[in-house]
């Protein structure tokens, strides 16, 4: 979030979770986050393709959002721990499920 804050001016970060009470307690000291409740998994899709730019999880559901927004991207560089299971389904490599532009971050 510091990255777009640094970069862009007036921002306002949307989210999407299916954990809303972690999400809304984890941001809610933020003017500039805006959490979105009780919609359904298309109408979160639809919303979010309609922003700038992504800030993903590592998931399907954030990496076509991140492929539909055109923007710029982020995304969790250490998303499969060596010898976990999400490690096994990807591989070693799972850099490459990321689009070249998308930006890795710690």
């Not at 922003?51 to 923007?71: A, E």
């Not at 991207?73 to 299971?85: D, F, H, L, M």
Request: some cysteine.
């Amino acid at each position: 979030m510091r990255y777009f804050r640094q970069k862009y001016n007036d921002i306002l970060f949307v989210t999407i979770s299916d954990d809303i009470l972690w999400t809304s307690n984890a941001f809610r000291e933020y003017d500039d986050v805006y959490v979105v409740t009780g919609d359904s998994g298309e109408v979160d899709m639809c919303l979010l393709t309609m922003t700038n730019h992504t800030i993903m999880s590592v998931g399907t559901f954030g990496w076509f959002i991140g492929w539909m927004t055109n923007g710029t991207v982020i995304y969790y560089k250490n998303g499969a721990r060596p010898g976990s299971g999400y490690e096994w389904e990807f591989g070693p490599g799972i850099q490459v499920h990321f689009l070249p532009h998308w930006i890795g971050m710690e």
